[in-house]
């Protein structure tokens, strides 16, 4: 596993690998079912901490990213696909209204915001 951790970056080390896994699981470079390093080995590869790689797993866990089975490790969660698309039509959203605010605060009318979103569209087509 290629994680890479930044010591001199002012992102704390669990958020950097929790930040690189989600990376990993939502462009399915790690698959539903497949088990994260454990918590020991992965913290004596990179050369920190087990509590802030448990932390980290924590951090998946509790956004829906994997899940744990005492005892056996942690897991990506068949959940996160769903949530990850959830999230991404979210981000979406948030730049469209985005892109709606500023029109408006041009002036233009929603006929203008409308005739211009479905330009963009035929020409992504």
Same mark, same amino acid.
């Given at each position: 596993?290629?994680?890479?951790?930044?010591?001199? %970056?002012?992102?704390?080390?669990?958020?950097?690998?929790?930040?690189?896994?989600?990376?990993?699981? %939502?462009?399915?470079?790690?698959?539903?079912?497949?088990?994260?390093? %454990?918590?020991?080995?992965?913290?004596?590869?990179?050369?920190? %901490?087990?509590?802030?790689?448990?932390?980290?797993?924590?951090?998946?866990?509790?956004?829906?990213?994997?899940?744990? $089975?005492?005892?056996?490790?942690?897991?990506?969660?068949?959940?996160?696909?769903?949530?990850?698309?959830?999230?991404?039509?979210?981000? $979406?959203?948030n730049?469209?209204?985005?892109?709606v605010?500023?029109?408006?605060?041009?002036?233009?009318?929603?006929?203008?915001?409308?005739?211009?979103?479905?330009?963009?569209?035929e020409?992504?087509?």
């Amino acid at each position: 596993m290629n994680l890479i951790i930044n010591h001199s %970056s002012m992102e704390p080390i669990y958020e950097q690998l929790s930040r690189q896994f989600r990376a990993l699981i %939502s462009t399915g470079q790690m698959k539903e079912g497949e088990p994260l390093p %454990s918590v020991r080995a992965l913290a004596k590869e990179l050369k920190i %901490s087990a509590l802030t790689v448990k932390k980290a797993y924590d951090d998946l866990e509790q956004a829906g990213f994997v899940r744990t $089975v005492h005892g056996k490790g942690s897991f990506v969660s068949s959940a996160c696909q769903e949530l990850f698309l959830e999230q991404q039509k979210q981000e $979406v959203e948030n730049l469209l209204e985005q892109a709606v605010r500023k029109g408006r605060s041009l002036g233009l009318s929603n006929q203008e915001l409308t005739d211009t979103f479905e330009l963009i569209l035929e020409d992504l087509s």
